[in-house]
């Protein structure tokens, strides 16, 4: 497999009237054509402005992207213009978001509103785009898709929303689909169809998926790699069988330990993480997660650890792993 | 008003739920209702603005066509003074002066009677309501809801400078009252407009004049709206399939703002009619003897202990096309309302 995204060295900050915030602080990773990759951590991380910079969808200002390279392809992201950029998006990359009941407009017709995809990066007719989008409604899972394709977003339930917008995004077959907390809003058997849908639709059409999520179960079920992010910075990168097995990085440690296991001895009690993550307008010197990590010392108050390799195909940002 | 329906219990349960069976048992997909299918049904029950809907269809039909088809209507007789023959074409048109039979009472002649200048009052009306109508078509329907839906939207989407603009001249505008701008602009221009234009000119000063102090408000209304609308995820989600920002404000933004916008001039209007008619009762709308409710009714102030019918029916006629316009937008209003789903 190829590279289909690599990201180097990746900076967003906002400029806000409190200061300077640095939501993503050098984020480094790669993605290979097909494959799944998982973004763990929590809320306020740095997960959906990691996706939104690489889609170059943030407003700037009040944001600033800086970075090495983001190469999608062989292009920097970087350097495109945002013409360049609107031909790629939903066409070779696409996105799908946490809330179904609002990510569709509520005027338009389902199909009308996969179609549009459709007709601007495919340069097909209007019929041959609305056959298209019933195709894609089909495939997603909707029962009676040609008649359903004439049925406006109100009439769909939360689920069948999300996989309308599973198949918006899939619709021009892109390389590239950023899935950002895509099963959150949802029932817990609901969360599974869809995840089983995105990663069926994912082997057929050939799409990498970039999986953002803080669900540690959702990870393991889907992701071949994952990220594990931490106060904007990468703290853990790893294939998802080492990340449960040998977790590098106390906080990953830590993560694991505050969910419940089914394989865990009984009565055992989960360990919540003590205190809160750095405000990211008074980040710590050195490591980020150093106020809260049991195994702190000097040192980590001091400088920052580097994300370097610490096994075989497991990188991690920590002086004291394991 | 509706909301109470929805507060009975013995009956509000049951008229739903049969509303639901009866659309349960459609085919599926065979329903499919746009929202604004939706909500033009919900327009459709509520008696109120219905009726208010059609007496308003009624005022404009008949000022558009009633008052040419009057002045076909009636004897040719011989003017009192000058004995020279004259049809209904003269002395029922709005404008023509009659001394000799002021303040006449209804008849088969003057359907309502004369004012004090012997001006054939039905006639009159009927071009008073032209001239309101008018007034609100320009001033709400073109600079009201034009105006401010373009520098809403460009204030709400883009932000920056437009909006500081526009946040600047709004406060400027509410701090200055619209009426007392009006009676200004109205009062320092009013020879010029009549010079240039006739009889018409302080017509469309008045119409100019109201518009330019209403739309700031709707322009603040439509950029709100944009704003909140913009951060919706459906927007986001247009952006990352690649829809370039025109295209989000012409197939995103203005679909779902319209029924807003649609309530709000409507409400506009009232206020827009009422205006009109201060500014021509104060003297500084239209120039006699053209017509106007306003007008009509300054016209009528002196001779009120005497023949009240003259100041009586244009306020009676402009109360009603007030009336009628809030009900309508109140009714549209409530049919658009998200949270009166059924």
């Known amino acids: 497999m190829t590279d289909l995204l690599t990201v180097r060295d990746l900076h967003t900050t906002f400029h806000t009237r409190a200061g300077d915030v640095p939501a993503v602080n050098g984020v480094s990773f790669t993605m290979r054509e097909g494959e799944t990759l998982g973004i763990v951590g929590e809320s306020g991380s740095g997960k959906s402005v990691t996706a939104l910079s690489i889609m170059r969808l943030l407003p700037t200002p009040p944001a600033e992207i800086t970075g090495q390279e983001v190469l999608f392809a062989g292009q920097d992201l970087l350097e495109m213009s945002q013409d360049q950029l609107r031909a790629l998006r939903g066409n070779k990359m696409a996105m799908i978001f946490q809330d179904p009941m609002t990510s569709l407009n509520p005027v338009f017709k389902v199909g009308f509103q996969i179609a549009e995809s459709v007709r601007m990066h495919m340069n097909l007719g209007p019929r041959d785009s609305w056959n298209r989008a019933v195709e894609m409604l089909d495939k997603v899972g909707i029962p009676n898709a040609a008649r359903r394709a004439n049925d406006y977003p109100h009439e769909f339930s939360g689920g069948m929303r999300q996989r309308v917008m599973i198949a918006i995004a899939l619709s021009c077959n892109p390389s590239l689909l950023i899935a950002d907390e895509p099963t959150t809003a949802l029932d817990v058997t609901i969360q599974a169809q869809i995840l089983e849908l995105m990663r069926a639709l994912s082997k057929e059409f050939q799409t990498a998926v970039m999986l953002i999520t803080h669900d540690l ?70 490591c980020s997660f150093a106020p809260r990590c049991p195994k702190a010392q000097a040192r980590c108050q001091r400088e920052t650890p580097p994300l370097v390799e610490v096994g075989a195909g497991q990188r991690a940002a920590c002086f004291f792993p394991y | 008003m509706d909301t109470d329906r929805y507060l009975e219990p013995d009956t509000a349960p049951t008229q739903l ?60 007789i011989s003017e009192r003074h000058g004995f020279v023959h004259i049809g209904p074409a003269k002395y029922h048109s709005p404008t023509y002066v009659d001394n000799l039979v002021e303040n006449a009472p209804a008849s088969s002649l003057h359907w309502l009677g004369t004012n004090y200048a012997g001006q054939d009052i039905f006639a009159r009306l009927l071009a008073g309501i032209q001239v309101s109508l008018f007034v609100a078509v320009i001033v709400v329907g073109v600079m009201d809801v034009g105006l401010g839906i373009i520098f809403g939207v460009l204030a709400g989407y883009y932000g920056g400078i437009l909006d500081t603009l526009l946040a600047r001249f709004t406060d400027l505008i509410f701090a200055f009252p619209g009426l007392l701008f009006a009676v200004l602009v109205t009062g320092l221009f009013r020879q010029a407009a009549l010079d240039r234009f006739g009889n018409d000119g302080p017509l469309y000063l008045v119409a100019i004049t109201l518009g330019l102090t209403i ?28 829809t370039s920002s025109n295209q989000i404000i ?93």
Do not use: C
């Open chain 2, 17 to 76: 739920t049969q509303e639901y069976l009866m659309e349960e048992s459609l085919e599926p997909g065979l329903h499919s209702t746009s929202p604004w299918r939706d909500s033009f049904r919900r327009f459709l029950r509520d008696k109120r603005a219905v009726g208010a809907l059609v007496l308003l269809a009624i005022f404009i039909l008949a000022s558009l066509f009633l008052l040419p088809i009057y002045e076909h209507i009636g004897p040719v």
């Open chain 1, 217 to 286: 179960g959702v990870i393991a079920g889907m992701a071949q790699q994952v990220l594990v992010m931490y106060a904007g910075r990468l703290v853990e990168a790893t294939d998802t069988r080492t990340l449960f097995a040998k977790p590098a990085h106390p906080y990953t440690q830590a993560l694991l330990h505050s969910i419940p296991r089914m394989d865990d001895a009984q009565n055992e009690r989960l360990q919540p993480i003590t205190g809160q993550p750095p405000d990211l307008l008074k980040m710590p010197v050195g």
């Open chain 2, 215 to 242: 739309w700031p408000q709707m322009a603040r209304y439509v950029r709100g709206q944009t704003l909140s609308l913009k951060e919706q995820q459906f927007i986001e989600a247009s952006r990352t399939i690649g």
């Open chain 2, 250 to 342: 012409l197939r995103h933004i203005l679909p779902n703002i319209l029924s807003l916008i649609f309530v709000a001039a409507t409400l506009d209007i009232s206020g827009t009619i009422i205006n009109e008619g201060v500014l021509s009762l104060i003297g500084l709308g239209v120039q006699a003897p053209g017509s106007s409710l306003g007008l009509m009714i300054q016209e009528s102030l002196a001779n009120i202990p005497y023949f009240p019918m003259e100041a009586i029916l244009p306020s009676l006629t402009l109360t009603i096309i007030v009336l009628a316009f809030s009900f309508i937008g109140d009714g549209l209003r409530d049919a658009f309302d998200p949270r009166s789903k059924d």
